[in-house]
């Protein structure tokens, strides 16, 4: 069972794609944070994130390791936890021009279908372009969406107390990396026409995780 779950930014994609992983007794791979701990490289390694003849260059470089427990992600390159340090608002601000670079998606794309066919019990993996690149044939298929305004609130009351907490701000920043990640050349963010569609501004998190579930269990019955 392979379940995408795809989507812009803040629209529930981690947190429902673990809930359902760990009802499921499935697998879990967080894509973005593929993207973001090859950017925190770059960034430690001195490569120029704004120049894509250097990232693309640098691409093959670190190992990134990702572990696919629901319960308790992980996230490694070359052995050392990247976990904290690709939260920082440097890697969000800088991921989307290193996620751009085609040379950077191969390394990363292959990655990713290589953990989810290793995944023995199946797996929900969660991105930009799953349903459409990374896993075309996945058994069932998510579009997560919701309001700017519903994203950023939820942001900002993430980040209270931690960086920035203005809602107004924090919009603006989901709308310029949706904008870059659904610009981009290479394998952009987008929903697959197979895709089921799930607008979350006025869902409960517990909501939509029991929509995706009923999704899979339709799936399941019907195999
Ligand atoms: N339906 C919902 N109602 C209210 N809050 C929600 C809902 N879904 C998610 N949240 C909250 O919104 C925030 C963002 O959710 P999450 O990190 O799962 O989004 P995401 O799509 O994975 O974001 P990103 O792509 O930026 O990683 C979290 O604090 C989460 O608890
Ligand atoms: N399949 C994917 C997943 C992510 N990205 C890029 O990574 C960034 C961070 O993603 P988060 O889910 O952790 O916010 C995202 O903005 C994209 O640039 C991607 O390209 N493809």
Redesign the pocket.
């Known amino acids: 069972m392979i379940v995408a779950i795809d989507?812009?930014?803040?629209?529930?994609?981690?947190?429902?794609?673990?809930a359902v992983a760990a009802q499921l007794g499935l697998s879990y791979l967080?894509t973005?944070a593929q993207y973001r701990a090859m950017t925190w490289w770059m960034i430690t390694n001195g490569v120029d994130v704004s120049d894509p003849a250097a990232v693309a260059t640098a691409a093959g470089k670190p190992v990134l390791v990702s572990g696919t427990d629901p319960a308790a992600p992980t996230i490694t390159v070359d052995g050392a936890d990247a976990s904290g340090p690709i939260r920082t608002q440097e890697v969000?601000s800088k991921v989307s021009a290193v996620s751009a670079v085609p040379e950077v998606r191969t390394v990363v794309t292959e990655l990713q279908r290589s953990i989810a066919s290793a995944a023995g019990k199946g797996i929900v993996v969660?991105g930009?372009d799953i349903g459409t690149t990374v896993l075309p044939d996945a058994d069932v298929k998510v579009f997560?969406t919701?309001s700017p305004e519903?994203?950023a609130a939820?942001?900002s009351?993430?980040l209270k107390g931690k960086e920035a907490t203005d809602v107004a701000a924090t919009k603006d920043a989901?709308a310029k990396?949706d904008a870059a990640d659904s610009g981009r050349k290479t394998s952009p963010l987008a929903k697959a026409g197979d895709a089921v569609e799930v607008d979350?501004?006025d869902?409960?998190?517990?909501?939509?995780i029991e929509c995706v579930v009923t999704l899979v269990e339709e799936k399941r019955a019907a195999r």
Do not use: F, I, N, Y
């Open positions: 989507g812009p930014s803040g629209t529930g994609k981690s947190s429902t794609s673990k967080d973005g969000t969660e930009r997560l919701a519903a994203r939820r942001r009351g993430e989901l990396r979350t501004t869902l409960t998190l517990q909501q939509v």
